[in-house]
């Protein structure tokens, strides 16, 4: 094989295999929506994509939650296939995906989507200590462009309070 693929695979892909821990956070959540409450859900998987989520390769940054037909559904989660898996087994990066949850959450989070302007959105994917793949979903509001101010001038606070204490100390 070409040296130029090896380049490009190594520079893809982490050197270690994740087995337990955070896979992926989605940061821009806690910015865009006011996050109310959080749940715990697995998400139905193939193998291949089980193995490039060992691997980090996936994006959660555009997801968000929707119901069909009753079920709930991940869209928008881009996970990637592996460089070197065979190309037989490849598949969609973006297909929806179904969250694994007991009937009364799925009821109680269906009725949380129904409430105006309600959103539910992935914040982390990891492994738990079982190696089974969860999902940290929240419950949450979008936030207007004065919340957003708000918050990154109290982050801004925080930020400077913490280096004026470091100097008198």
Known sequence: MPLHFFLLLFSIMPRQIIKSGQVSEN???RFNYSIED???AGVALTGAEVKS???GLVNIT???VQNRGGNLLLSNVAIQPLPTANKAIRFDER???QLLLHRSQINRLIGKLAEKSATIVPLK???NNRGRLKVLLGIGRGKQQTDKRETIKRREWEREKSRITKKHC
């Open 27 to 29: 940061r821009k959540a």
């Open 38 to 40: 959080t749940i715990e």
């Open 125 to 127: 994917m990891y492994f």
């Open 53 to 55: 989520l060992r691997y």
């Open 62 to 64: 555009d997801g968000f």
């Open 95 to 97: 297909r929806y995906r």
